[in-house]
């Protein structure tokens, strides 16, 4: 039997679809709301309906944006010969915590995976090409989960930009081994980032 009224039973699972979230924490958000004043649960209930109609990935290195090009992209003060290739946007949010990294970044959206069904093609890879043909004496930095998948991403990346002129280096291996790079503390992603080898 349902305790709580549809509503809050519906708030309730979808708090329980958000990473880390569990039964007693969605209760607790939901109730939450019930708490708010009128003019704060509009304003929380447009943010959450702009995610759709706002939020989209940057038209140059694929990073979540809610303009055309994104502010890291645009800011002229970041070395534009140093791209930092990630799987996600939520790995940029990371670098950027450490306040160390002023070169720019390159979104992939996923990584190379046959099993799944994750194919080259499947990916932003073709930008990242183009980027780098418009460059010269640039650095790529391949900052992808230490795993089979991520591997066989790093492999392909260095063979498919290997007639470029450019270096290609990977994070450090101070990475715990299938670890996800935004659940790392800031100081192990500022080494790996610092100690960063280059691509065999």
């Known amino acids: 039997m349902n305790i709580y009224p549809e509503l809050l039973e519906r708030l309730i699972e979808y708090f329980k679809k958000l990473p880390g979230i569990g039964e007693r924490t969605a209760e607790r958000y939901a109730l939450s709301l019930i708490k708010?004043?009128?003019?704060?649960?509009?304003?929380f209930a447009h943010s959450?309906?702009?995610?759709?109609?706002?939020?989209?990935?940057?038209?140059?290195c694929g990073h979540l944006t809610d303009q055309k090009i994104c502010k890291i992209c645009e800011d002229s003060a970041r070395n534009q010969k140093l791209i930092c290739v990630v799987e996600d946007y939520k790995s940029i949010f990371m670098f950027e915590k450490t306040g160390k990294f002023n070169g720019v970044y390159h979104v992939l959206g996923g990584l190379i995976s046959p099993i799944d069904g994750i194919n080259p093609d499947d990916l932003n890879i073709s930008k990242l090409i183009t980027r780098c043909k418009d460059l010269k004496k640039a650095e790529v930095i391949i900052a992808l989960r230490p795993t089979i998948e991520g591997d066989t991403t790093t492999l392909y990346l260095k063979k498919i930009l290997s007639n470029e002129n450019i270096t290609i280096t990977r994070l450090s291996y101070g990475i715990p081994m299938g670890a996800e790079l935004d659940y790392l503390d800031i100081l192990t992603l500022e080494r790996a980032l610092y100690d960063r080898k280059e691509v065999a």
């Open 36 to 43: 708010l004043d009128k003019e704060e649960l509009k304003d």
């Open 48 to 60: 959450i309906d702009e995610i759709e109609t706002t939020l989209r990935n940057c038209d140059v």
